[in-house]
T-cell receptor, first 112, second 114 residues
Framework: GNSVTQMEGPVTLSEEAFLTINCTYT??????LFWYVQYPGEGLQLLLK?????DKGSNKGFEATYRKETTSFHLEKGSVQVSDSAVYFC???????????FGQGTRLTINP | EAGVTQFPSHSVIEKGQTVTLRCDPI?????LYWYRRVMGKEIKFLLH????????ESGMPNNRFLAERTGGTYSTLKVQPAELEDSGVYFC????????????FGPGTRLTVT
């Protein structure tokens, strides 16, 4: 079946630290991969995406590379800010099925 | 452009009662999706409308859940009768095109069944 496994949270870092949130997936076919972010009191927002192997998605200083050989899509940021505090969800979309399959979410807290 | 809106933001009901959640998609978006997150776990797909038709309802947990989208605009999700395990956050999303997965999410409705 199709599934996404995310790094267990919560994650707490100091401002300007390096961030990695791990995400691995299991999928039939050729999925597209996504990171969504939910800031406090808001809905999920698409942060970045990658549609094929070796693609790198990037936005707001965050990056993730679609690694088919390791079935991974780890989220990274070189220097986090307090405003990055949120819940991050890794997700995949299967070609031919319009639904998204999400991981369990990782709560990130950045302390000043 | 207004985003996806959901009402209410929070609902507290007793076991056995009925609750109706509403979602207003972005204007012009034919595709509307319902998802839910239970107990801080993963967000799970419930169903997908294309206009007023149910395209995929494979994620609906049981027949206590009824989703409608009359006229292809807003959608409602009714839970009747509610059970304790239905507690969670219900998200609605919409998209103009189904194939690229760029779904725009609402803030969610937090449902608490006591």
């Amino acid at each position: 079946g199709n599934s996404v496994t995310q790094m267990e949270g919560p994650v707490t870092l100091s401002e300007e630290a390096f961030l990695t949130i791990n995400c691995t997936y299991t999928a039939t076919g050729y999925p597209s991969l996504f990171w969504y972010v939910q800031y406090p009191g808001e809905g999920l927002q698409l942060l970045l995406k990658a549609t094929k192997a070796d693609d790198k998605g990037s936005n707001k200083g965050f990056e993730a590379t679609y690694r088919k050989e390791t079935t991974s899509f780890h989220l990274e940021k070189g220097s986090v800010q307090v405003s990055d505090s949120a819940v991050y969800f890794c997700a995949l979309g299967i070609q031919g099925a319009q639904k998204l399959v999400f991981g369990q979410g990782t709560r990130l807290t950045i302390n000043p | 452009e207004a985003g996806v809106t959901q009402f209410p933001s929070h609902s507290v009901i007793e076991k056995g009662q009925t609750v109706t959640l509403r979602c207003d998609p972005i204007s012009g978006h034919d595709n509307l999706y319902w998802y839910r997150r239970v107990m801080g776990k993963e967000i799970k797909f419930l169903l997908h409308f294309v206009k007023e038709s149910k395209q995929d309802e494979s994620g609906m947990p049981n027949n206590r859940f009824l989703a409608e989208r009359t006229g292809g605009t807003y959608s409602t999700l009714k839970v009747q009768p509610a059970e304790l395990e239905d507690s969670g956050v219900y998200f609605c999303a919409s998209s103009q095109w189904a194939g690229n997965y760029e779904q725009y999410f609402g803030p969610g409705t937090r449902l608490t069944v006591t």
